[in-house]
């Protein structure tokens, strides 16, 4: 135990250092965004090419950074009884406008009669939906539908469970996506599902994947109700996750 607690110790000393670092360099990244801006106003074709580039790098640069600040940040200790469902109405009021943009409609459901309550970070919680849901975004094509949905599953756990028309994921993918920074997107970071599944595991529950190619994709997190924290009910083998 006091090893463990040592390794716990010396993780989170070093967590805390690479997020002041990664602050830093965020301080550093505005301002040579604020300059490349001013540039701009000066800048003949060929440097406006280039500076758009660094624009670019620079968001890249910026979103991978706010992503990683949010791993890095300490968790578990601030657990609290969240209902879950409001939860998933606010990050969909966040993200109706960008799917209403892409032409994808985004639906939600709770097929749970009570209202379901977990114990977690609710800010984390909807950072990791906010994942799942620009995942499922950026899969997905114009005309097609996404859904959020709360299901039961047990008598002591849910299952959120994101679903879309997408693209899917191969064999091999399904293989390397918890995988931290593994991405099959120009401009991504391989930070958002590690971070999801991270938080259901620190809810005491965990995340599957379900997808096809060219079918879609149902990202399912498995969640301990609040109820069945009570009683101790020892977390589910499931076996059809893929
Ligand atoms: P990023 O989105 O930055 O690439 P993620 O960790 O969020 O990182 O996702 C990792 C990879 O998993 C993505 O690059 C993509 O290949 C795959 N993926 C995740 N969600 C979906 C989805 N809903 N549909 C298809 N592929 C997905
Ligand atoms: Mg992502």
Redesign the pocket.
């Known amino acids: 135990l006091k090893q463990q607690m040592e390794r716990n110790e010396s993780l989170s000393a070093l967590g805390q250092l690479a997020a002041s670092i990664a602050h830093e360099m965020k301080n550093g990244m505005t301002s040579i965004r604020g300059f490349t801006e001013l540039m701009k106003l000066s800048a003949d074709d060929t440097s406006m090419s280039y500076l758009d580039v660094i624009d670019s790098e620079m968001g890249r640069m910026e979103s991978l950074m706010k ?1 990683f600040l949010m791993l890095s940040k300490p968790t578990g200790k601030e657990q609290v009884p969240f209902p879950l469902f409001r939860s998933i109405c606010e990050v969909v009021t966040i993200m109706e406008p960008q799917c209403m943009q892409r032409g994808i409609t985004i639906y939600k459901d709770n097929h749970v009669n009570a209202e379901v309550t977990v114990v977690g970070n609710p800010q984390r919680m909807k950072q990791s939906l906010i ?2 849901i ?3 975004i ?3 094509d114009s005309g097609s539908r996404l859904m959020i949905s709360i299901e039961n599953y047990d008598r002591g756990h849910v299952l959120l469970a ?1 679903t ?1 028309e ?4 191969t064999e091999l ?1 399904l293989k ?3 995988m ?1 920074f ?4 120009r ?10 599944l991270e938080t259901a595991e620190l809810m005491g529950g965990h995340l599957f ?1 379900k ?1 096809m190619p060219d079918k ?2 149902r ?1 399912e997190m498995l969640l301990p109700s609040a109820a069945a924290e009570a009683q101790e009910t020892p977390a589910e083998e499931t076996s059809n996750a893929v």
Do not use: C, R, Y
């Open positions: 992503e994942n799942l620009k995942n499922a950026e899969a997905s994101v879309d997408g693209k899917g994921m993918q390397q996506v918890f931290p593994f991405t099959t997107k401009d991504g970071t391989g930070l958002g599902l590690p971070f999801a994947i997808s879609g994709s990202i």
